[in-house]
Nanobody, 115 residues
Framework: QVQLVESGGGLVQPGGSLRLSCTVSGTVFSNRALGWFRQAPGKQRVMVASISSGGGVTNYATSVKGRFTISRDNVHEKLFLQMDSLKPEDTAVYYC????????WGQGTQVTVSS
């Protein structure tokens, strides 16, 4: 059974930065395309970034393009999301999963952007 553990969230002022991490266990990490998703209060969960198994191909939602960077470490089996120039509308619970969300969701990590 695949387990997903997200960390790195917190409270940050607009314009600030955070780096999220995700540990994936129970699957062959380096074989899987992965993604970061977020769910804001009262809204559906949406993908914000994805990355190919080797890390060479990335895609971003329009709302975060140019501000967020997804990356992965296949040796240590970790997924990252560097978030810069944060805006209040980035406030959400952030989750990692396979890029097609095939696994049960983890607990997520709360990101709050507020002055």
């Amino acid at each position: 059974q695949v387990q997903l553990v997200e960390s790195g969230g917190g409270l940050v002022q607009p314009g600030g930065s955070l780096r999220l991490s995700c540990t994936v266990s129970g699957t062959v990490f380096s074989n899987r395309a992965l993604g970061w998703f977020r769910q804001a209060p009262g809204k559906q969960r949406v993908m914000v970034a994805s990355i190919s198994s080797g890390g060479g191909v990335t895609n971003y939602a329009t709302s975060v393009k140019g501000r967020f960077t997804i990356s992965r470490d296949n040796v240590h089996e970790k997924l990252f999301l560097q978030m810069d120039s944060l805006k209040p509308e980035d406030t959400a619970v952030y989750y990692c999963n396979g890029n097609l969300a095939p696994w049960d969701w983890g607990q997520g990590t709360q990101v709050t952007v507020s002055s």
